[in-house]
C-alpha cells in the first residue's frame, strides 16, 4: 500500500481557518467532525494521530468494520447519512452520536436499542430547511414535537439540529439557509437550553455556515482529499 500522506498540515489550515471564522462572527468556537466515509481505517487512524477525534460516516454498514477495528483509538463517531429504523439496533450501539434523527418512529427505535451499559446516545435532529422534495429531515414546523418525543427518552440525549442545505451555487442564498437554521435552533433553546450543537456546513461552506451559526461542521473532502467517485 503505498504510504498515506500526513494529514496534519491540512487538519491545522482547517482547525484554524475555523477559529478565525468564529472569532470575526463574534461566535464561540465551532467542533470539527471529520467525515471519513470512502475513507479505509489506516486514512482514519492518521487523522487520529494528528489529533483529531470525530469521525462522521453515512453508511451503517461502511462503518462498523472500521470502528471495530479502530476501538483501541477511543474515537467519538457521528452517523450522519440517513438511518432506517431496522438498522437502527446496529447504530444504537456502535455510534456515539446520530445526526439524522427526523421522525419520532426512528428515535424510539434508537432509545429501545441503545444498550444501557453505554452513555445516552446523543443525537441531533435533521431539518430539510429548504424543503427540498424526496430529500431526508423533518420540516421546520415539526422540529418542538420531534424535540419533546426525544427529550422523553432517557436513553437518548437531545444536543440540537443538523442540516445539509441544497447545494445552492449562489452563496447568499446557501448563508439564507444557514442563517434560516440558526433561526430555528435559537427558537428551540427557548424551551431546551442545555441544546448546543447546530451542525451545518461541509468542505465548500464551512467558513460561511459558521459565521452563521454553525457549532458544529462535517469536512470531508478538504481534509482527506477529493473522493473517488462512485462505481
Ligand atoms: C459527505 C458528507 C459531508 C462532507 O462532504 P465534503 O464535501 O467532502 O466535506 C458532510 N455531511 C454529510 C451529510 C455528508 O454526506
Known sequence: MPPIPDPGPALGRILSSMANAAHA??????RLVAVSKTRDAQAIAA?????QRAFGENYVQEALPKIEALRALSLEWHLIGHLQSNKADLAARAFDWVQTVDSARLATALARHR???LEPLNVLIQVNIDDEAGKHGCRPQEIAPLAAAIADQPRLRLRGLM??????PDMTRRRAAFRAM????DALRTNHPDLDTLSMGMSEDFLAAIEEGATMVRVGSALFGPRPPKP
Open 163 to 168: 442540516a445539509i442545505p441544497a447545494p445552492e
Open 25 to 30: 462572527g463574534g461566535r464561540p468556537a465551532a
Open 182 to 185: 440558526a433561526a430555528q435552533f
Open 47 to 51: 487523522v487520529a494521530a494528528a489529533g
Open 115 to 117: 444498550p444501557e451499559a
